[in-house]
């Protein structure tokens, strides 16, 4: 009972894997960001929000409409300014958002002292609102982004994959066999009709 739960366990694991493997890496390739029922995993990369968002942290944001967002919300936008244009960046709304002519503008700042006001921005750059960190992710993407990690991820598959492959194996061989206790048992009980 316990290897079929853990057989079921590392089946369902592995498929779960590949899709969000290849579901974040088609999405990228794509050029956009990967989107789950309108949430969204960011990577924070930089400096500019500590000590809110430490570089590391993994955090969830929902894509959510213009006027949902107010003073003091956490926002990733896609930057159009310079030496960060195209990059998704994670700031705080630091005045009320502003319409003008039907289009909402938002001013955002990183929370680190000292940390310079960001260009305007409108709301057509907002890739979503901030939910929460995810301590958890955060800390197993950390984990494999570094080269221990990456060993251990590729080795818990090779295990995975090791362990489906040699059950299926071990089951087809037990097939096999009782295939051929069964063609044994008729020929023998052929042989005895035959003779009598």
């Known amino acids: 009972m316990f290897k079929k739960i853990l057989n079921v366990l590392s089946v ?29 995993m960011f990577r924070v990369s930089s400096d500019s929000m500590e000590p809110t968002l430490m570089v590391g942290d993994v955090i969830l944001s929902k894509a959510v409409d213009a006027d949902e967002i107010k ?5 990733t936008y896609q930057s ?18 502003e319409e003008k002519n039907g289009t909402y ?12 006001l960001d260009k ?25 982004s570094k080269p221990v990690g990456v060993a251990v991820f590729i080795g818990v598959i090779v295990v995975l994959f090791g362990y489906e492959l040699i059950s299926l194996l071990v089951s087809y061989r037990k097939i096999d066999e009782a295939d051929i206790e069964a063609s044994v048992e008729k020929k023998t009980a052929k042989d005895k009709n035959k003779k009598e």
Do not use: C
């Not at 290849?22 to 990228?28: D, E, K, Q, V, Y």
């Not at 503008?105 to 002292?113: C, E, I, R, V």
């Open 80 to 97: 159009k300014d310079g030496s960060m244009y195209g990059r998704e960046v994670t700031h705080r709304v630091v005045l009320e958002p």
């Open 71 to 75: 003073k003091d919300d956490i926002i």
């Open 12 to 40: 369902v694991f592995l498929i779960i894997v590949v899709i969000i493997v290849i579901f974040s890496l088609t999405t990228r390739i794509m050029g956009n960001t990967p989107s789950l029922f309108g949430y969204y």
């Open 105 to 116: 503008h938002y001013q955002t700042q990183g929370d680190a002292s000292g940390a310079p």
């Open 120 to 144: 305007p921005i409108t709301y057509e750059q907002v890739r979503g609102k901030y939910i929460r960190k995810l301590t958890l992710i955060g800390k197993i993407f950390g984990f494999i």
